[in-house]
């Protein structure tokens, strides 16, 4: 059982920076990683960003259209990770989720609610 709760969204001009948290609670020790994906309205959920959890190293991995814009951190102290965006632009105007899966006999998945992010031009 784990919990993720995003916070940070808000609107910003483009060219503007917000700086996103997830907060995870439960067995936070169970995560072996972090990902966080976005949907706008009318389009699929995608992928954004990724980041280790329970490794020492934070193994990051980024999607194509936020690659040298984003930057995936995490403290594991505060059980947070943080998704850093800088550079915005009117498409990246999307909810905000992140999320993380526990694995077993079978896969659990945990979503966060979401949290808006507007880009104005």
């Known amino acids: 059982q784990v919990q993720l709760v995003e916070s940070g969204g808000g609107l910003v001009q483009a060219g503007g920076s917000l700086r996103l948290s997830c907060a995870a609670s439960?067995?936070?020790?169970?995560?072996?990683?972090v990902k966080w994906f976005r949907q706008a309205p009318g389009k699929e959920r995608e992928f954004v960003a990724a980041?280790?959890?329970?490794?020492?190293?934070?193994?990051?991995y980024y999607a194509d259209s936020v690659k040298d814009r984003f930057a995936v951190s995490r403290d594991n102290a505060k059980n947070t990770v943080y998704l850093q965006m800088s550079s915005l632009k009117p498409e990246d105007t999307a909810v905000y989720y992140c999320y993380t899966a526990l694995t077993g006999m079978r896969t659990y998945d945990y979503w966060g609610q979401g949290t808006q992010v507007t880009v104005s031009s």
């Open positions: 439960g067995r936070t020790f169970s995560i072996s990683d």
């Open positions: 980041i280790s959890w329970s490794s020492v190293a934070q193994s990051t």
